[in-house]
């Protein structure tokens, strides 16, 4: 057989005869573990198509059943992406199981309940709008990680896609009703809580108001309404702006715990009874804590962003839990935590990732709030302020993201590399001191005496670098560790301006 597309080409004037005849895929949008484009400059729906014949040609090279679950999130755009990605997977023979509007957890809760192997779920998560993308696997709970995504931009950008008999279409009616039962199960929450769900105007709306309902909490809906130009902010418990209103939110209740949800659902944020916003890595400490205390030997994996808390808590030291450090990503966390047999991964970012009693290994942000609903319906004499007190305190700074081409960000991030591992070498000194270790398993992670620590990478799925930097001594600490990654980063003029800092 014949492919019906010819091979894409990276760029294409819109408005003319050969964006409507050829494929648009701009090369920079296969990431390290999922596709994101700027939908219209970037791909278009020809380079849609492309994307998921070659998804479907790489299914049959894997030996692959070749089905799969498919849903897309609530952008004015992203239905017909959905269609495209169709035709194209439908054109490689495989038969198509359409879940329609959903979360990304609900396309991996799909793939268990409809026993599929596979999963492409069209989302942009909290990108801004104008972005579309997609998160793919063929092994439940995984989605793919460098080594699948780089032979799949091999296929599509090559035009090496296959035709294939045996493309079929199945329209599944009912999943978000079947996910909601799912998670609500032989749950209940005993104590008496009242909860806001934060989902600013994204997917989430249409799912974790009635999710915690269920649960027996008394819940306050915010920005539930789904409205895909997101009038107030993006949906992403990252940003300060959304973990803000979130604050002003459980004042004005008078509220337990608020929880904000991404725009595809699978992360979560949180803010505590006073009103305090608890970055996602501490929250990881107080739920490792509370698992381990049940569950001996306890292992957990938690990204290179997150608290060294998780290496140096006295409960954690304790209870006998074991910490391993890992690269930042929901692919990269999921399959370590599959690997390793752990308990839960973490990320600083609200990715959760729960397996064998609390969840099937993926990230889904309600199996997150529900894990911190059931912490403390366990512990009933204790405030999630309490819990967060409990803990050892450092400065933490959020996740800062200053603008970098996707192009030339891993090269940016390589000479930073080189240039803190050059100082390690040499003996000089950082914020004053020693340096302690030079971490690179994911960009560099460099730590002074006191343990003050400041990482960059470059990020996954955006045109931006990462920088975090933590103190378990004090602010000031905080602050040098930043000013002088800061200034290595000045020399490079390929870094542009943070969207905040501290």
Same mark, same amino acid.
């Given at each position: ?249 459980? @004042?004005? /209740?008078?509220? *337990?715990?608020?929880? =904000? &949800?991404?725009?595809? !659902? ?5 803010? +505590? ?62 399959? @370590?935590? /599959?690997?390793? *047999?752990?308990?839960? =991964? &973490?990320?600083?970012? !609200? ?5 064998? +009693? ?145």
């Amino acid at each position: 057989m014949t492919e019906i597309l010819p091979a894409p080409v990276p760029e294409l004037s819109p408005n003319t005869i050969a964006y409507e005849t050829v494929p648009l895929v701009k090369p920079t949008g296969f990431r390290e573990y999922d596709a994101r484009w700027l939908f219209k400059n970037e791909i278009n729906l020809l380079g849609v198509q492309a994307l998921g014949q070659g998804l479907g040609t790489l299914i049959r090279e894997f030996g692959v059943a070749p089905r799969i679950v498919v849903g897309h999130d609530f952008r004015e755009y992203s239905l017909s992406i959905k269609q495209a990605l169709t035709v194209g997977l439908m054109t490689a023979g495989v038969e198509v199981n359409d879940i329609g509007l959903a979360l990304s957890p609900v396309a991996y809760f799909a793939q268990f309940d409809l026993d599929v192997p596979c999963v492409a779920m069209v989302t942009a998560s909290h990108n801004e709008n104008g972005w579309t993308g997609v998160k793919m696997g063929a092994a439940r709970p995984l989605t793919f990680g460098p080594d699948e995504m780089s032979r799949l931009k091999e296929i599509v950008l090559s035009g090496a896609y296959k035709s294939f008999d045996g493309g079929a279409y199945k329209a599944v009616p009912g999943m978000r009703e079947r996910y909601i039962d799912d998670l609500v199960t032989g749950v209940k929450i005993d104590r008496k809580l009242k909860v806001i769900a934060a989902c600013g105007n994204g997917t989430a709306g249409a799912y974790a108001p009635e999710t915690l309902e269920r649960l027996g909490v008394e819940v306050a809906p915010m920005d539930a309404d789904l409205d895909f130009t997101f009038p107030k902010y993006n949906p992403n418990p990252e940003d300060l702006e959304m973990l803000h209103a979130m604050r002003d939110a459980v @004042k004005e /209740h008078g509220a *337990d715990v608020a929880f =904000g &949800f991404d725009g595809d !659902g699978d992360r979560c944020g949180v803010v +505590d009874d006073e009103g305090e916003e608890i970055f996602a890595d501490k929250i990881g400490v107080m739920l490792a804590r509370d698992l381990s205390s049940v569950n001996e030997n306890a292992k957990f994996v938690v990204d290179v962003k997150s608290t060294g808390l998780f290496a140096t808590d006295p409960v954690l030291i304790e209870n006998g839990a074991e910490t391993t450090y890992w690269k930042t990503g929901h692919s990269y966390i999921k399959r @370590k935590s /599959h690997d390793m *047999d752990a308990l839960a =991964g &973490f990320e600083k970012s !609200g990715h959760f990732f729960f397996r064998g +009693d609390v969840g099937r290994g993926y990230d889904d942000g309600l199996v997150a709030a529900i894990a911190i609903l059931r912490m403390l319906a366990r512990n009933p004499a204790e405030k999630l302020s309490d819990m967060r007190k409990a803990l050892p305190r450092t400065w933490q700074s959020p996740t800062m993201s200053p603008k970098c081409a996707d192009e030339v960000k891993y090269d940016v991030v390589a000479r930073v590399v080189k240039e803190i591992e050059r100082r390690a070498a040499a003996g000089e000194p950082i914020i004053n001191q020693k340096i302690r270790d030079v971490v690179t398993v994911n960009g560099v992670r460099v730590t002074a005496a006191d343990g003050t620590w400041g990482l960059v990478r470059a990020s996954s799925n955006k045109p931006e670098l990462v920088v975090v930097v933590e103190s378990p001594t004090s602010e000031e600490a905080m602050r040098a560790m930043f000013a002088e990654l800061d200034e290595i980063l000045s020399a490079h003029p390929e870094v542009g301006a943070y969207n905040q800092k501290i």
